[in-house]
């Protein structure tokens, strides 16, 4: 499949954050990579139209996350943003934002895993994980396993808590097999690197299917936001200079923004609780059915489930 094609989009429900995110008043959200794009997008829909009580902004530098910070009160003045230092790919900088939002927290009611990097040069995280995998899949199942305890907490307050996993359409790019589970601990430096954003989108995907089964009072869903011009691809596109080329020609003529590219993961936070199928992966806006075959394959995601927990074992706040 061609890489353009992964950027693909169609259109679903309607959605206006203007007049359709409701009061999220009292509630408690975390956003991860919350300083830019998609991220910075949607903590100021939240911030501005539904007015939660506390946001925390997830961000590697804390110098960014507050320049977020500053350019979205300007839009919402009043709004309560809490920035936590969040490094995906390493474990001790994830087990540190978790014991601060523990402690800061009585509640959490949204986490949206909106973080991701694509298709980087061969490279590995801090446990050796394939810097991708590692950081969109490995990095967000530790942080939500340190989180369980709270969710699980706010539920008797609000019994409509939700998981928002950012997945894509680049979950086509994934092997063959899936997940290349024997190499995956290694930067697979033999695999193309959009080969390798497939098997850590298609991870995404199967996360969120897996936490809707194993927790189904937690509302999980995956989001593919649509083609959006955000700096995601800076890494290809830099290292692919022809392709790269077309891609940011096509990008700046059909590509939405941020603020458009954003809906699909705040209609997922937001929307009325029977709009949503939890354990669903949706395209913009609201749409179901564009997943391929392997991403429905629930044997490989329960195996990767089970992967996952094995590799995480040890790991406590």
Same mark, same amino acid.
């Given at each position: 499949?061609?890489?353009?094609?992964?950027?693909g989009g169609s259109s679903g429900v309607s959605f206006n954050p203007a007049t359709d995110i409701p009061s999220q008043?009292?509630?408690?959200?975390?956003?991860? %990579?919350?300083?830019? %794009?998609? %991220? /910075?997008?949607?903590?100021?829909?939240?911030?501005?139209?539904?007015?939660?009580a506390v946001i925390w902004l997830g961000a590697r530098s804390a110098e960014r996350a507050q320049a977020a910070i500053d350019d979205i009160h300007k839009a919402a003045p009043g709004a309560v943003i809490k920035a936590v230092d969040l490094d995906l790919s390493s474990f001790d900088s994830i087990k540190a934002a978790a014991r601060r939002v523990l402690a800061e927290s009585d509640r959490l009611d949204?986490?949206?895993?909106?973080?991701?990097?694509? =298709?980087?040069?061969?490279?590995?995280?801090?446990?050796?994980?394939?810097?991708?995998?590692?950081?969109?899949?490995?990095?967000? =199942?530790?942080l939500t396993k340190l989180l369980l305890p709270l969710i699980q907490k706010t539920m008797p307050i609000n019994p409509d808590v939700r998981i928002i996993v950012l997945a894509s359409i680049g979950h086509q790019l994934a092997p063959k097999e899936g997940i290349l589970f024997d190499t995956v601990k290694s930067s697979q430096e033999n695999i193309s690197s959009l080969t390798k954003y497939g098997q850590s989108k298609l991870s995404n995907i199967f996360f969120a299917a897996e936490l809707a089964r194993r927790y189904p009072q937690i509302k999980s869903v995956a989001i593919h936001p649509g083609p959006v011009n955000t700096n995601l691809a800076v890494p290809f596109t830099k290292s692919n200079k022809i392709l790269g080329g077309i891609i940011n020609a096509v990008a700046a003529v059909t590509f939405v923004t941020p603020e458009k590219? =954003?809906?699909?993961?705040?209609?997922?936070?937001?929307?009325?609780?029977?709009?949503?199928?939890?354990?669903?992966?949706?395209?913009?806006?609201? /749409?179901? %059915?564009?997943?391929?075959?392997?991403?429905?394959?629930?044997?490989?995601?329960?195996?990767?489930?089970?992967?996952?927990?094995?590799?995480?074992?040890?790991?406590?706040?």
């Open positions: 499949m061609g890489i353009l094609s992964i950027f008043a009292s509630k408690v959200i975390l956003v991860t %990579g919350g300083n830019s %794009g998609l %991220g /910075k997008e949607s903590i100021l829909a939240l911030a501005k139209y539904g007015s939660p949204t986490l949206m895993l909106n973080a991701g990097i694509m =298709a980087t040069p061969p490279a590995v995280t801090k446990e050796g994980y394939e810097i991708q995998f590692g950081t969109n899949h490995v990095g967000h =199942a530790l590219g =954003a809906q699909g993961q705040l209609w997922a936070a937001t929307a009325p609780s029977d709009a949503v199928i939890s354990g669903e992966y949706y395209t913009p806006v609201g /749409k179901l %059915g564009q997943g391929t075959t392997l991403s429905k394959d629930a044997a490989l995601a329960a195996r990767l489930w089970e992967w996952t927990e094995k590799e995480l074992e040890g790991q406590t706040v």
